[in-house]
Antibody, heavy 123, light 108 residues
Framework: QLQLQESGPGLVKPSETLSLTCTVS??????????WGWIRQPPGKGLEWIGNVDYSGGAYYNPSLKSRVTMSVDTSKNQFSLRLSSMIAADTAVYYC???????????????WGQGTIVSVSS | IQLTQSPSFLSASVGDRVTITCRASQGISSYLAWYQQKPGKAPKLLIYGASTLQSGVPSRFSGSGYGTEFTLTISSLQPEDFATYCCQQLNSYPPLFTFGPGTKVEIK
């Protein structure tokens, strides 16, 4: 059974760069059938898609975050990562990683999610 | 593409039939998914393609709709169904996988 687990710092200072990693177990990140995504949820608010990355490192980002986001894949460790620069208080959120079915078909969805990791931005 | 949901809050009893509506600002064909989220937990995929039940999801959940208006129906609300439900569109390219604001279903 596929499982995803986020890891990274729970506290980041303003203007610093957030680095999060999602470790995939029970399946291969090199599976070309899927993308791998990051989503966040500020306290008491809705979900916001951050971006998707595929096994080769090809990535798509939310235009509202594109200037600050980098996503990458490490197939040797079965992990993918998120870097978000110039962090501000509004970036405080629970950050989730997810497996993404995305082929422009009606099966498209975010079908497996990590448990989420809380990231606070504060000095 | 923006998504709105109605109602934003719903109070219901066990056994009730519940319907949640999701509207898209422009047509998205059937590229819509529904998720259930319980407090402190990750979202769980319920329905994709507007009406296809994800494996393992109880048959009391159903989805319908096309274009700009979609519904999620729970035919007989169970205690474990009290949660927040949100829709997501997957139609846009370049991708911008927007989520709806959510509908919180609470016990009456």
């Amino acid at each position: 059974q596929l499982q995803l687990q986020e890891s990274g710092p729970g506290l980041v200072k303003p203007s610093e760069t957030l680095s999060l990693t999602c470790t995939v177990s029970g399946g291969s990140i090199s599976d070309r059938s899927y993308y791998w995504g990051w989503i966040r949820q500020p306290p008491g608010k809705g979900l916001e898609w951050i971006g998707n990355v595929d096994y080769s490192g090809g990535a798509y980002y939310n235009p509202s975050l594109k200037s600050r986001v980098t996503m990458s894949v490490d197939t040797s460790k079965n992990q993918f990562s998120l870097r978000l620069s110039s962090m501000i208080a509004a970036d405080t959120a629970v950050y989730y990683c997810a497996r993404v079915r995305w082929r422009g078909e009606l099966t498209d969805a975010f079908d497996v999610w990590g448990q989420g990791t809380i990231v606070s931005v504060s000095s | 593409i923006q998504l709105t949901q109605s109602p934003s809050f719903l109070s219901a009893s066990v056994g009730d039939r519940v319907t949640i509506t999701c509207r898209a600002s422009q047509g998205i064909s059937s590229y819509l998914a529904w998720y259930q989220q319980k407090p402190g937990k990750a979202p769980k995929l319920l329905i994709y393609g507007a009406s296809t039940l994800q494996s393992g999801v109880p048959s009391r959940f159903s989805g319908s709709g096309y274009g700009t208006e979609f519904t999620l129906t729970i035919s007989s609300l169970q205690p474990e169904d009290f949660a927040t439900y949100c829709c997501q569109q997957l139609n846009s390219y370049p991708p911008l996988f927007t989520f709806g604001p959510g509908t919180k279903v609470e016990i009456k």
